[in-house]
């Protein structure tokens, strides 16, 4: 069975820097790279959907001063009581993600860019 760390890497490219391994406790902090952060966003979403099975998690970010300029790295604090509960976070971490998207018309009071003759929205205005 994959590890929960190496579920982590392999989703969002997540990089370890610190962790505490206990046996009904893991805390990790670590870095993620700005390209894979939708991912991890879509990542939050499946795991509270899944929190509650046995386990349940908290995720944050955790600030701290690197020289004169505050950096901050992502802190994932997993929590079970039940056998096999690692395994159980980590297939859920490596879950398809299903996205869905609709569009929804947002009404105005009025057209704030109406088009201008020539077919074009906006429109220089003279002082």
């Known amino acids: ?5 190496d579920a982590l890497k392999l989703r969002i490219g997540f990089e ?3 962790q505490n391994d206990e046996e009904e406790q893991l805390r990790l902090l670590g870095r993620v790279p700005n390209s894979k ?3 991890l966003l879509q990542l939050v979403v499946i795991l509270h959907q899944n929190a509650g099975r046995g386990w349940d998690l908290d995720i944050s970010k955790s600030y701290f001063p690197r020289g004169n300029l505050p950096v901050y790295a992502w802190r994932f604090i997993f ?3 039940e056998d ?3 395994d159980k976070v980590a297939a859920a971490i490596m879950q398809p993600v299903h996205v869905e998207t609709g569009e929804i018309r ?4 009025r057209d704030l860019n109406p088009q201008n003759n ?4 906006a429109t ?4």
């Open 37 to 39: 952060v939708p991912a």
């Open 118 to 121: 020539r077919g074009k929205g």
């Open 79 to 81: 929590e079970g009581t």
């Open 16 to 18: 370890p820097v610190d």
């Open 84 to 86: 096999g509960w690692k």
């Open 106 to 109: 947002i009404h105005g009071k």
């Open 124 to 127: 220089a205005t003279k002082a």
């Open 1 to 5: 069975m994959t590890s929960i760390i």
